[in-house]
């Protein structure tokens, strides 16, 4: 029976390490290009496998399990300004780790269920479900611009001045000492054949 555990266990590791290097390597990185992020993703993925797969042995519940390393990855990475999306796909790789480590499905079933969690962030980084924006944030001089009346202005000015497809606009600050406002430019990327 030890020996159908570790086998057991050994599956389960390939299926998770898999799911997780297909999610961080092919989809996050893919889109972010922040490769300390990804590399602690994947790190991170393996010690929530190995440690909640020893607790499991321990009369322990999913519950618990998944409290306690939320705590340890707030813990982490309350010092660190991390935007949500590093959150999500923090969340996911410990959701994956835990489901992998402690999830009562058959190993089918688990590979199929990450298998999904895999397609649908591909799918929500690509502009299948919303438009692919980047975002800058700006010092902008004419402030009379910022008007809600003269945001057409705003807009147009950003768009000669910029050369890019610009969406949206947000103000993020103004100072009136300086006539200047802080705004947060969302815009189409230039492909790379333009």
């Given amino acids: ?14 299926i998770n390490m898999t799911a997780v290097l297909i999610l961080i390597r092919l989809v996050y990185f893919r889109a972010s290009g922040h490769r300390a992020y990804a590399s602690s993703f994947i790190l991170f993925g393996m010690g929530v496998f190995l440690v909640t797969s020893q607790l499991s042995k321990v009369d322990i519940s999913l519950g618990f399990a998944f409290g306690l390393f939320a705590i340890f990855s707030m813990l982490r990475y309350r010092t660190e300004s991390i935007t949500i999306k590093e959150m999500t796909y923090l969340f996911l790789v410990i959701a994956m780790s835990l489901l992998s480590a402690v999830g009562g499905m058959g190993h089918k079933e688990l590979a199929l269920l990450l298998a999904l ?37 705003l807009l ?18 103004i100072n009136f000492l300086k006539d200047t406002a802080q705004l947060k430019v969302q815009y189409v990327p230039k492909t790379s054949n333009d």
């Avoid at 029976?1 to 389960?12: A, V, Y």
């Avoid at 000015?157 to 890019?164: A, E, K, Q, V």
């Fill in 117 to 153: 969690v895999c397609v649908m962030a591909y799918i929500t980084e690509t502009s299948l479900v919303l438009p692919i924006l980047e975002e800058q944030t700006v010092q902008y001089e004419k402030i009379e611009n910022i008007r809600p009346e003269r945001r057409a202005e």
């Fill in 1 to 14: 029976m030890s020996s159908t555990l570790d086998l057991d266990f050994l599956i389960r590791l390939l």
């Fill in 156 to 173: 147009e000015d950003l768009r000669n001045r910029m050369g890019l497809d610009i969406r949206s606009v947000e103000i993020n600050g």
